[in-house]
Every structure is written in structure tokens, then in C-alpha cells.
């Protein structure tokens, strides 16, 4: 059973970092492609990072380039999303994803559908 546990979420005034985890289980991690995805109060599920399963390409939204940072480290499993000059429009639960398949990866690799396992989400607040 695939599981994703996000973790490292927190109130944060504009201008500071933190640094979200995801932890999974249940699937071959290095075999897939991961993401992370954001939904702020009242608004619906936005792309922020995603990152293929060797963790040398990545895509990001534009909103947070240069300020995220998407990582992996397949030996424990764990997905990363380090996220400096944090800004008040960046409060939102933050939500880890694995793609559907194996393997897959391309410029489309921003869209929800093609990610098949979803976390439960971790809220960041950041206030101004």
C-alpha cells in the first residue's frame, strides 16, 4: 500500500524558510517521478515542483522559481521541497505526489492527473 507522509510544515513570518519531507513506503521510490502540489484556503490544487526519479530534472511553477527548491534522496525514501523567501500568497496544505507510472517523465509532468498517489498534506502559514 502506497503511503506519502508529509512532515516539516509551520507558521512562518514572510522572508523565512522551511523545509518540507515527504516520507514514502509501499512502492519502488527510485523508480518514479515525484511532485509537489499546494492548495491554498479556498482555491483549488496548484502545481509547485516536481522532479523525475533520478532527481537531475526538475520543473517548477513560476511563482516559486529561484525561491523552492525540489529534492529527493532515493536511498531513504524521502522527497524534499526547501523553500526560502517565503511570501504570505505561499500559505497553503502542501501536498506530496507520485506519478502514476514508472518511469515516466516529461514536460507535461505539472498536470495532477499524472500523479496517482497523493499525501494528506502539511499546512504552511506565512505571515506578513
Known amino acids: 500500500q502506497v503511503q506519502l507522509v508529509e512532515s516539516g510544515g509551520g507558521l512562518v513570518q514572510a522572508g523565512g524558510s522551511l523545509r518540507l519531507s515527504c516520507a514514502a513506503s509501499?512502492?519502488?521510490?527510485?523508480?518514479?517521478?515525484m511532485g509537489w502540489f499546494r492548495q491554498p484556503p479556498g482555491k483549488e490544487r496548484e502545481f509547485v515542483a516536481s522532479?523525475?526519479?533520478?532527481?537531475?530534472?526538475?520543473y517548477y511553477a513560476d511563482s516559486v522559481k529561484g525561491r523552492f527548491t525540489i529534492s529527493r534522496d532515493n536511498a531513504k525514501n524521502t522527497l524534499y521541497l526547501q523553500m526560502n523567501s517565503l511570501k504570505p500568497e505561499d500559505t497553503a496544505v502542501y501536498i506530496c505526489?507520485?506519478?502514476?507510472?514508472?518511469?515516466?517523465?516529461?514536460?507535461?509532468?505539472?498536470?495532477?492527473?499524472?500523479?496517482?498517489?497523493w499525501g494528506q498534506g502539511t499546512q504552511v502559514t506565512v505571515s506578513s
Open positions: 522532479i523525475e526519479w533520478v532527481g537531475v530534472t526538475t
Open positions: 505526489a507520485a506519478a502514476s507510472r514508472a518511469y515516466f517523465w516529461g514536460a507535461t509532468m505539472t498536470r495532477t492527473a499524472l500523479f496517482g498517489s
Open positions: 509501499g512502492f519502488t521510490f527510485s523508480k518514479y517521478a
